[in-house]
C-alpha cells in the first residue's frame, strides 16, 4: 500500500462529516470533525465571556455544522441568531452529536482516561 502524501492525507483528513438526525428536527444536519484550530477556536468562544449553556450549545453548533459542501453554514456572528431563533431541544440535541463525534466534554475525557 502506497503511503499518503501531504494532499493525500490533508484531503482525507477533511472529508470526516457526520449525518445526524435530530429527533426534534426530524431533518438531517452535517456535524463535522473538527481539526485542531476549529477546537481552539471553539474553546476560546466558550472559555471567554459568557458562560451560559445555550451559548456553549450554539458556540459548537455554529462552529460544527456543515452544509452538503463541507463549507461551514454559521460563521461565530450567527452564535446570538442560533441562541434566539433555535428552539432549546433542536441546539442541545445537535450540541450532544457535536461534542461525541468531536470527543469533548467529560465523557470523553473519561473514556480518553480508560484507555
Known amino acids: ?30 456535524i463535522r470533525k473538527l481539526t485542531g484550530a476549529a477546537r481552539d477556536a471553539f474553546r476560546m468562544l466558550v472559555d471567554g465571556g459568557d458562560k451560559s449553556l445555550s451559548h456553549f450549545e450554539a458556540a459548537i453548533v455554529v462552529t460544527a455544522l456543515v452544509g452538503d459542501d463541507n463549507a461551514l453554514l454559521f460563521a461565530v456572528e450567527d452564535i446570538p441568531a442560533v ?9 442541545s440535541q445537535i450540541a450532544a452529536e457535536a461534542l461525541d463525534f468531536n470527543k469533548i466534554g467529560p ?9
Not at 465523557?107 to 484507555?115: F, G, L, Q, S
Open 83 to 91: 441562541r434566539e431563533t433555535l428552539d432549546s431541544v433542536v441546539i
Open 1 to 30: 500500500m502506497k503511503p499518503l502524501n501531504r494532499e493525500s492525507f490533508l484531503a482525507a483528513a477533511s472529508a470526516h462529516v457526520r449525518e445526524f438526525t435530530p429527533p426534534a428536527l426530524s431533518q438531517v444536519v452535517r
Open 107 to 115: 465523557a470523553a475525557e473519561d473514556a480518553a482516561a480508560k484507555n
